[in-house]
């Protein structure tokens, strides 16, 4: 590949990062830094502080169900919201809530409380997960529906592709970075960094500038029959309805590894400290931004077979990494499992931006962001399901069922595996 011209180097870079040219989205951008940052570090932060405050992974499967259940509630409201009102007005308003339940947590964890000699603290940061997850059930539809208003069509996969790139990165630094301050200063660093993080978050989105019209309705009962309009579109869009239900199977299935990641740091198992649980986040975020960077690179075509590859190689390297117990074997599967992941997840997400009615926008991406929620609620029955028969086999066969129901979309549903 030579270094000018359409075919190389430079060519593939101004195709790749061609979105940044944009004065508006790269504010957009710097303001997920803030948003990216914070959230990697916290789901490496909260729970290995649980697991080492409790020992439990029914207790961590609990903490992803105080998560899961107000962001299975407030994600449909949330993107009737992003039809109705200004998409960067509702980020705004849920960013200071954030702020102020980080602020909470890091304080607790600063005065002691939140830590192994108080075993029934573990509360608190139940509590904050129910907060954070109905600000982030509230805000994602606009984060990820605002997109669309801020590029225009023919970059739309290249700037959500870049998008997810950033958010590994941050998969990248962010745990390792946690990993080495838990073990070197404590908890409370991580959790203060995470509370600035999310406040130059707010002060990027503010420069924003104003995007599309809302639409002028009101009242609760609109409102729901904006939820109902939006589900009735879905189920109309049987394109739209069948990579939405695909997705949402691949997350239950494939991503509640995350969660009970913890659990495999245990001497049985990995036998590594909270540095090396770091790495391992690290090494998944590496594979996610090759990822990302394919994906941004490659034209609308055959799209839908990428996607089932995707879901089909994370499912593979999911259920090889369920069963080692050697960290350089984990960590060549964790690559591969962030990289199918994150091609899964921006492949969804654009191919939904891509073939949705602008009208109906934010409620299609309520019902895509719903599919997180439900993620952590499949790992709040791992989370059980680890505590009898081992996270090995509890993350290994939830794997295994995602392999069979890949091959079979594959078989069966042509309408995905033609998708251009």
């Known amino acids: 590949m030579t270094e000018g011209g359409p075919g190389g180097i430079a060519g593939w870079s101004r195709k790749a990062f061609v979105s940044f040219k944009n ?9 997920m830094v803030g948003h990216w940052s914070s959230m990697n570090m916290q789901m490496f932060a909260r729970n290995l502080l649980v697991w080492y405050i409790t020992g439990s992974g029914t207790v961590l499967g609990v903490l992803s169900l105080s998560n899961a259940i107000p962001m299975i509630l407030f994600t449909l409201p949330g993107g009737v919201l992003a039809d109705r009102l200004q998409k ?16 909470g947590t890091t304080l607790a964890i600063v005065f002691d409380y939140l830590s192994p000699a108080h075993p029934e603290s573990w509360w608190v940061l139940a509590l904050s997960g129910i907060l954070q997850g109905t600000v982030m059930g509230i805000m994602t ?6 997109i669309s208003e801020i590029v225009p069509p023919a970059h739309l996969m290249n700037a959500i592709s870049l998008n997810n790139m950033g958010m590994n990165i941050f998969r990248i630094i962010s745990p390792a970075l946690a990993g080495v301050l838990v073990d070197v200063v404590g908890f409370w660093v991580v959790y203060a960094i995470m509370t600035f993080m999310i406040i130059t978050s707010v002060v990027f989105i503010a420069m924003v500038p104003a995007s599309s019209s809302p639409r002028k309705t009101s009242g609760v009962g609109n409102s729901l029959q904006d939820v109902t309009e939006g589900w009735k579109y879905i189920r109309g869009q049987k394109t739209i ?27 049985s198992i990995l036998n590594i400290s909270a540095t090396s649980l770091g790495i391992l986040m690290m090494v998944s975020g590496i594979g996610a931004i090759i990822g990302s960077l394919i994906l941004a690179s490659l034209t609308d075509r055959r799209r839908g077979l990428i996607l089932i590859s ?14 080692s117990v050697w960290l350089p074997v984990s960590l060549t599967f964790i690559f591969f499992i962030g990289m199918g992941s994150t091609v899964q997840m921006a492949l969804g997400n654009s191919l939904i931006q891509y073939y949705v ?19 952590s609620l499949g790992a709040f029955f791992a989370g059980i399901l680890a505590e009898g028969i081992g996270v090995q086999w509890a993350v290994g066969s939830l794997a295994m069922l995602l392999i069979v129901g890949t091959l079979l979309v594959f078989a069966f549903v042509p309408r995905i595996r033609k998708l251009d």
């Open 23 to 31: 004065p508006v989205y790269r504010l957009y951008y710097f303001s």
């Open 88 to 103: 960067k007005s509702v980020i705004q308003v849920c960013q200071v809530f954030s702020v102020l339940i980080s602020l």
């Open 141 to 146: 539809p606009s984060r990820a529906a605002i």
């Open 241 to 267: 309805f069948a990579i939405l239900l695909f997705t949402a199977v691949g997350m239950i299935l494939g991503a509640p590894y995350s969660q009970l990641l913890p659990m495999f740091a245990d001497p």
């Open 310 to 323: 995707a879901v089909f190689m994370m499912a593979l390297a999911l259920t090889g990494f369920s069963f």
């Open 357 to 375: 009615d602008a009208a109906y926008r934010g409620r299609v991406l309520s019902f895509f962001m719903l599919c997180f929620g439900l993620s």
